[in-house]
């Protein structure tokens, strides 16, 4: 990869010269935790951050979007909708850059998603590497995604004074070029980057008492386990782990008609498999009723199921699920627990 040098006080210049020609998406404090939302001042931005509440995937899959437009006002047509603007994400984690890998593939199969897909391909993403993990809820190294090689246009790292910059596309090289002045990497600024790196392995922990690899194989004779219950006797259903998780992408579709019943929006919104409607079937049926089928269902798709469809873990190890329980179910507590009855026998 080439690798470039941006001195830390031209990155403002860069983002407000970007800020021209895209809609820039950015960590922003939120008090005392960050947000990805789209940037109005350079100043907004918080490369700093520890993690954002919601991953960057809200840039490239609202929580909620329009998808078509019904005119019934003297007849019936339906106007198609796609709101898509050149975008550039700035700042993005590795951990996220892992998912957004999952997410590609998943709107990419079967039935490509056109909204998806023309946002991805107007994005640009220019990621930052992390140096220390986030907090005790990250677990980031057990799955591999600690860091990155490929995923992004413009990869960051600090290095004191300044960024040292891999280039990871082509699309990348005529960003940095256009928007920026970044000079080529000296012997000293490669000595320096490798130290960098070197410093940041042992800040990271395994959390998970056994290798990610594992994980589809060991859930595969766990269907049955009585953790299940146990998790299902304490949550809550309220679906926060997985509004907040990087890799879930269900979605609602609902027909909503103003009041004048001459118009109606179709929308696209977030859906939660946690939620007790989630698998509610038009004759009243059920099939994920119990709360403990919905963890257990929830558990299989971060580690098994999504592997055995798209050839990657579900899970990318940012804790945002963790963090976001109100009753502490701990997705890292919870194959540690599997895997721990499993050798026992």
């Not at 339906?78 to 709101?83: I, K, N, S």
């Not at 004191?160 to 002045?181: N, S």
Request: charged share 25%; glycine share 6%.
């Amino acid at each position: 990869m080439r690798l470039r040098v941006l001195p830390k006080e031209q990155v403002p210049d860069m983002v407000r010269a970007l800020m021209a020609d895209y809609r820039v998406w950015g960590p922003k404090a939120k008090g005392p935790q960050f947000a990805f939302e789209p940037l109005y001042d350079p100043a907004e931005m918080r490369l700093d951050y520890n993690i954002s509440i919601l991953s960057p995937k809200v840039a490239l899959q609202p929580p909620q979007e329009r998808i078509a437009v019904f005119h019934l006002d003297g007849g019936f047509s339906v106007e198609p909708v796609l709101e898509v603007e050149p975008t550039v994400i700035f700042g993005m984690h590795t951990c996220d850059l892992h998912a957004l890998e999952l997410l590609d593939r998943a709107f990419s199969a079967d039935f490509p998603d056109a909204h998806y897909l023309e946002r991805r391909k107007q994005t640009l993403i220019i990621s930052i590497e992390c140096l220390q993990p986030c907090d005790e809820h990250s677990f980031c190294k057990s799955m591999g995604t600690w860091t990155a090689d490929e995923g992004y246009d413009l990869h960051l790292t600090d290095i004191g004074d300044a960024y040292t910059v891999h280039v990871g596309t082509e699309a990348g090289e005529a960003l940095l070029a256009k928007y920026a002045q970044a000079r080529p990497a000296a012997d000293a600024d490669v000595r320096r980057l490798n130290e960098v790196m070197s410093a940041k392995w042992p800040r990271f922990q395994h959390r998970l008492n056994f290798d990610a690899a594992e994980l589809p194989s060991l859930l595969a004779t766990a269907y049955d386990h009585p953790i299940w219950a146990e998790l299902g006797d304490r949550c809550l259903s309220c679906g926060s782990c997985t509004n907040v998780c990087p890799t879930c992408y269900c979605f609602n579709v609902i027909d909503s008609p103003d009041l004048s019943l001459k118009e109606a929006v179709r929308l696209r919104r977030w859906d939660s498999c946690q939620l007790d409607e989630f698998a509610r079937v038009a004759s009243g049926e059920n099939f994920r009723e119990a709360r403990a089928a919905r963890q257990r269902h929830r558990m299989f798709r971060k580690g098994k199921w999504l592997y055995e469809r798209f050839g990657k873990l579900g899970c990318v190890g940012c804790g945002r699920c963790i963090r976001a329980c109100l009753t502490h179910i701990n997705i890292v507590d919870t194959f540690n627990a599997i895997h721990a009855s499993q050798h026992r026998r």
